[in-house]
């Protein structure tokens, strides 16, 4: 699925912690670059402390996901994820900028930024639009106290201590059925070579619009993973006391869960617009990463 | 996804070989309570024959495909599978009522059969819609030998002395991966609770439209199930010599493969209507069939 | 591997907590039938709370570790794999008798208690002899912390917030693999239908001798499961800092786990010896519990 | 298990067919250089035949069987299979000189064969001791038909007609399950990373003694693999008529098999004598070859 051209005026930069010298080493020709074509950058915190003193201004997530119409982010995939919730509201489109190894997400490696910006801001970059999952904790399966709308996954998963949580799991009101083990992923087609794939469950087409749900080391050996169509509406009570159990919105918000809390999942309404390459080949990413086809 | 009520005319019935006796005691009150209601019946030779001497007419795969408006099978699943081929052109609904343990397709005990019909001839049945796969078969790649459209699955599978084969596939005409391995399977939804379960992939709710490819024992651990959406055309390169390999239509009909063919994939443009009720829930099933939630 | 006969004097009563009920309502038959067969009986804390108000006296798990030559053991197989322990040392035989469903270690259903106790003190039951596993932690590797004979598993698990950890596996010196995941299964053969299982480790025979590692969601595709040989020395080193791991003996006591800090595992010197009935047949439990051949 | 040195007088050399031109460069400047060492060459069919005329003579398989002290197998894995067979009696040491890609079993590069043959015959090299498995084959359970010693795998695997094969395993006389599906695997831990892994069955060390039976894409999804101890006796009785279904002996000898067969699995009293470097480390291979630990 892919979209109309992209020609950004306003570019977020999202950065990834704890990578200063390589992100300063990125930006100090990269914001010079912007300017001269004439674009408004916004920098994150990280961006910001990477850069050492600086006149340069801060700009907090809620004023970059107001104003951006691009979002450039320097990291791997787990900041990609985090900058897919910034981008929500407006569908912004995100460009991923590897600082390490090749991630599912962010593609594009440093060496090539300037290459690729370059055509991205020339409008022969496309957008895929990538599925999301919407997701609603309901504390005592009545009050909604958490909302995300998140690209990867969403997990249920035991603390250390625990020995084995149980839910029930409904779809469309339908009971379908009691699960004891260690937890369950429900993932978008985006987060099926993440967690899910760990967990035994299979790789998703990013085109596939379904929900997988893929149980964590099941006490029972029949529960395999499920791939639900996306007009699903699932719902999850969790049944365990006592116990340290989250439930995690793409590896980077954990919420405690309760006895008696209900965790619904719907597709999202809204889609992760991804920068990538007309020439790029889904197939070629996932033989590179799972080492498909060797041996 | 649910179509317009079924209200039939001619009722085509087939059955399941070898299974005379339990086929004759359910044909024999039921024919009269057919005629009864006014409705014409078509029988299949295996019906016949089970009846003994008879002034019946047996009916033709061909004759009943082309004049029922709905068919009775008596059988298992796969006698549903071979009249889903039947079906297909017409897209005549099927009721299956089941001469053994429950099935996932033939799912109307047999006791309840004039209770069901009385429901169905009313109009209180409604049909299911079944996404089918349609298959090409290429001869070097070139020329259509066999083309068909399947509600479970297509599967390439070595015979008992080749060692490994070896097949490419190709999605969307890019280059996926390369298998080495027993062979490999093609499954709708439906039928990813039948042999594609077995080898490792998968649940696809049956309103999942996608198609997901199961490597059969893949020599490289990396290669998990795949499920790509509707809108795939796959296609399989077949490169081992000298092999006993065949590719096989839900499980019935086998054809050798030889190194160059092609077996083309895609979302069928018909689809298979099954009769159910409005009371079935395909997560009773699913816990019946797999014994989900047991121990 | 059966031993001698089993002829007790002094018999040690281990309870689950919170079945004060069923416990009472056992022992209450139970305390004078023993005392009738001239035997000791020493029980403790769990027991007596369960009997309310009585001139019993309690005894601690050293004392009974110290003087029982039998135990008996009311409750599930975590209430056997908590006396396992108290066992190890004088490889005092167990017999447990089954508070709920069949459990693969306890298997007298508490009907049967009385027969079975009579066979038993006689002598016609034989102890299954089996093999427990051995780990010490060292802290930074030098100095052991902990040391501990389990009979079914030690695990190394992640927290709630941690996304993966990571571990070097050993084996007699030998570097085996690097481990990304949620973490990693060391079990003996009676461990084998448990946690490992679960994981997606093989059944191993409860006559094996071997050391099965089974890796929990492992974030390479390729790690199996490895079944060691009884000879083998394996030593995990944790290499993740700032996380809530855990090491787990028996699914019963955690430890933090800090980087550097080392984990050995060998086969111990001790064995559980676990009294079964002489026409018990390990498949019919297998059978049983995970529901094979079924469907 | 390593055995005592190898001091060998007579080798016989077996080799990979259709590779003629890899044999003839590596045989021409191996035979005078064994004759200047004063050893004895027994060359097969293959090797006479890969080296054009020549006054050479062909030995057959017996007569090397009876006479060498010393087995250099050029080819992969499967010509070693091959040698094993040849080996089992006397258990003739076998080195393994690999023609291709590292294998499992044959290990040393063609470029290190002078390097190695000159430590084999100094007696650096030692023995690894492989445990066999031996298979012996009952018609209607009652008369041998086939007997074999097997380093890697006794398979029965059904043909590309049959749907579904059904067989009854037993363990020492007990009932263990009843199994439908593409066959079983009976595997050795040297077999455990050949066609039992791609089934799904966990890796053993090449130190175990136990024996893995594998399902072949069962149809209850509660079969796991089982590693049974050394000791065992396996039992399966062949249940499905009119199939097409093959007993095969580490890949290499294929039976038919009717119903009421009874294939028995026990440990060989054999074994397979691996030259092995002293250098050498199993789990190296196990990362070259599975590609562990990477991406």
């Given at each position: 699925m892919m979209s109309k051209k992209i020609l950004p005026k306003t570019i977020g930069i999202l950065t990834k912690p704890h990578r200063s010298t390589e992100v300063r080493q990125l930006l100090t020709p990269l914001l010079p670059w912007l300017a001269g074509k004439g674009l408004s950058v916004m920098l994150d915190r990280e961006a910001i402390l990477s850069m050492g003193p600086s006149p340069l201004s801060v700009f907090d997530r809620e004023e970059i996901a107001r104003s951006a119409d691009l979002l450039i982010v320097l990291g791997g995939d787990g900041t990609i994820l985090s900058a897919a919730r910034i981008a929500t509201q407006r569908q912004i489109p995100i460009l991923g900028i590897n600082l390490g190894t090749l991630g599912f997400l962010a593609e594009v490696p440093k060496e090539e930024t300037f290459l690729v910006l370059d055509s991205v801001i020339s409008g022969h970059y496309v957008a895929e639009r990538r599925a999301m999952i919407h997701a609603d904790l309901l504390k005592n399966g009545e009050r909604i106290t958490e909302s995300h709308d998140v690209l990867n996954d969403v997990v249920i998963n035991k603390g250390t201590t625990a020995r084995m949580i149980e839910v029930e799991i409904y779809a469309n009101n339908h009971f379908v059925t009691e699960m004891k083990g260690d937890g369950v992923i429900f993932s978008s087609a985006t987060g099926s070579t993440a967690y899910s794939m760990a967990a035994g469950g299979p790789i998703l087409h990013p085109e596939s619009q379904g929900i997988v749900m893929t149980p964590i080391c099941?006490?029972?050996?029949?529960q395999r993973p499920i791939v639900f169509p996306e007009s699903v509406r699932l719902e999850t009570l969790f049944k365990t006391a006592d116990a340290h159990v989250m439930v995690i919105f793409d590896g980077q918000i954990s919420v405690p869960l309760e006895k008696g809390d209900v965790l619904r999942i719907s597709r999202s309404d809204h889609v992760t617009r991804l920068l990538v390459s007309p020439d790029r080949n889904y197939f070629e990413v996932l033989r590179d990463k799972l080492r498909w086809g060797d041996a």
């Open positions: 099941p006490h029972t050996l029949t």
